[in-house]
């Protein structure tokens, strides 16, 4: 049965593809590809590095990728050094503890309230100024279109739903 680095270098010599212009395409050294072709992975930079550069090497020459890796594996499991699997290595790992972080619902409460207050207090200072750039232009021109109109009326029944909601949170 014939390893994974010679089938490699089978099905890039059935190509026709020089090693030089491997190590061209993708951007592996010379001497990396050498060390696959010949199964000799202590040259290699180790790591998943190993399973990349065969994978890589493997799509270059139109070899299967998923046999070539499991080629690779399976000559490191026969030399008895890990696979590299990364389906069997996480990304990350969660952290649990005995109690997790929990926020006081009082806080919560008392978080909401202030946001709201904000909320109300920026939407009654843009009705003032609304109102005050309304009468300040009636003074000057015509009276106001049916657009100033429902504007305004838009704004303040939005004030009242947001002071409704205001007096239903307060203690």
Known sequence: MTTIG???RLAREERGL????ISNQTRISMRYLEAIESNDYKRLPGGIFNRSFVKAYAK??????????EGYTRVMRELGQPADDLDLTPYHAK????TPATRSPVLTVFLAILILAILTLGALAALRWYNRRSAHGQTQSSP??????????IIVSGVRILKRDY???RF
């Open 6 to 8: 010679e089938q490699l």
């Open 18 to 21: 020089p090693l030089r212009e």
């Open 95 to 98: 952290v649990y503890t005995d």
């Open 144 to 153: 106001r279109n049916a657009h100033q109109t429902e504007a305004a009326t």
């Open 60 to 69: 270059c020459v139109g070899f299967d990728e998923k046999q070539a890796i």
């Open 167 to 169: 007096d239903l949170f």
